[in-house]
Structure formats: C-alpha cells, structure tokens
C-alpha cells in the first residue's frame, strides 16, 4: 500500500468492532474551482470511496468516458428515469439536466461503502433533505474571481460563451456557500486535498457511523469475572 493511500476501517459486518456505516461526501464549487480534479485525486489514492456517476444530458468534453465520468443520456431518457423514480435527487444547471441516480447507494451505505458525488448546491439540499446523517458537505471557493476565470479559460474544455455563462453564475453559486458543513479555499490543489482528506478521516470517525461500537463498548463494560476478588 503506498505510504500516502489514505487509512481505511473494516468493512461493516457483525461482530467487527470497526465496521462502520458509509458516509456520502459531497463536493460542490462554483464551475472551475477544482471539485473534478479534487474529487480525481481522492478516487485515485482512497480505494474505499466510489464515485456517484451522475446521468447528464450534456454533451461529452474530450477525455470524459461515458459511464466514469457521467451517464451521457438524451432529454427523453432523463425524463423517463426522473418519471419512473429513479433519482436520489436531480436538477436543471446551465440549462441541460443532471441527476444521481439511486442504484446501490443505500445498501452500499449500509455496508460501510463511502460515495462521492460532484452536485450542485440544489442537490445538496435535496441529499441533505432525505438522508441527513449520511451526508458530508464540503464547498469549494476559487481563490479570486479572476483565477477562477483563468481555470475556465485554462481548461480548454468550453466555448467562450459557455465560459462567460459559467463565470455568470459562479456569483450565485457562492452565494450558497453557507449550506455547507466545510469551506475550503482551492489555492494550492495539494493543500486542498490536505484538507478534503482530513475532513473525510475525521467524519468516518464520527460515533454516530461507528455501528460496530455498539457490541464493543458493551463488552468492554461487561463485569470482569477474572479479576482478582470477583464474584
Ligand atoms: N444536482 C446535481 N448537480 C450535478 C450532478 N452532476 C453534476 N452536477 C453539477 O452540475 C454542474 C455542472 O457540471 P459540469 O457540466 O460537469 O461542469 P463543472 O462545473 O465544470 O464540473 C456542477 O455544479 C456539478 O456539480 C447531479 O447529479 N445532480
Ligand atoms: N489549485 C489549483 N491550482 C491551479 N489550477 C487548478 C487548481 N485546481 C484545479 N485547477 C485547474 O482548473 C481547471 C478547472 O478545474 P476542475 O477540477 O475541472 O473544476 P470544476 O470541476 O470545479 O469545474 C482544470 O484545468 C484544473 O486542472
């Protein structure tokens, strides 16, 4: 194992005084402040944490694969799919359609399996909404608005227009900055993975997922029938 791979418990089953319930760690940013890449990084060195593949209706950019780095569907599937259920939680960004689709997040959860999604501030507080204790909130903020500019731009991946529609709302994105349990600044991306990574090891050990402690603490309150002068 590198020595830099982050330290993971034991999957959850009986009688595993480390199991633990998953967690759901959500990323969001104004479009440009680094949550792809941040979220790329975390996927990369922590084996214990899956990503959440979203459905979108927009299209591709160079180097996504379809079924890694979203579901690419049309306006008719998506629509089916939210119809029949099938979304933990969806919603309209930049004017094309993105949603999380349930598939094995909640039994996952239950088996000590920690989810990353990469959603918007709408879909946080869709999340939030249905399963408060699973979820991990985490915003990040671009160092100023004008490196947030120059990382759009930088990135290569969208038009002009795209760009100026991104910087249009990153304002109102910020504004929401506030519905979150953690702000990180993404100066330095090493820093900021620092960070994300502290958050991440702190929160798995939060009493509340530690399921396995339940049969441990008893034991270890159990009378201790082999000490001297016991009953
Ligand atoms: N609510 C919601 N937002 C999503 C989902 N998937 C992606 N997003 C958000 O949609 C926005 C646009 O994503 P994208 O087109 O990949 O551009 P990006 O902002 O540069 O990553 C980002 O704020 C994402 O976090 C989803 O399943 N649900
Ligand atoms: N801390 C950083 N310093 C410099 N460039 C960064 C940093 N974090 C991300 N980037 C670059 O900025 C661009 C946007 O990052 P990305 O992760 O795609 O943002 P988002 O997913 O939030 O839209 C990418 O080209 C990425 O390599």
Redesign the pocket.
């Known amino acids: 194992m590198a020595s830099d791979t982050i330290p993971q418990i034991l999957p959850a089953h009986e009688g595993n005084a480390l199991a633990r319930r998953g967690l759901m760690l959500i990323l969001?940013?104004p479009?440009?402040a680094g949550?792809?890449t941040i979220a790329r990084m975390l996927l990369e060195k922590d084996p214990h944490i899956r990503n959440s593949v979203?459905?979108?209706t927009?299209a591709p950019r160079p180097g996504e694969v379809d079924g890694r780095d979203?579901h690419f569907v049309s306006q008719d599937q998506f629509d089916r799919m939210a119809d029949e259920g099938e979304f933990l939680?969806?919603?309209h960004?930049?004017g094309?359609s993105?949603?999380?689709p349930k598939a094995q997040v909640k039994s996952g959860l239950k088996a000590g399996q920690d989810y990353l999604?990469?959603?918007?501030w709408?879909?946080?507080q869709?999340l939030y909404q249905k399963l408060e204790r699973d979820v991990v909130r985490v915003f990040l903020l671009p160092p100023s608005i004008d490196e947030l500019r120059r990382r759009l731009t930088g990135r290569g991946t969208d038009s002009a227009e795209v760009i100026a529609a991104?910087m249009e709302r990153a304002r109102s994105?910020i504004s929401h900055w506030d519905g979150y349990d953690y702000v990180v600044v993404n100066d330095d991306i090493g820093h900021c993975f620092e960070k994300v990574k502290q958050i991440l090891a702190a929160e798995r050990l939060r009493r509340a997922r530690q399921t396995g402690l339940i049969g441990f603490v008893r034991n270890l309150m159990e009378p201790d029938e082999s000490a001297p002068g016991a009953p």
């Open positions: 969001s940013s479009s440009g949550k792809t979203s459905c979108t927009r979203y939680e969806w919603a960004v930049f094309k993105y949603g999380t999604f990469d959603i918007d709408q879909g946080t869709q991104r994105e």
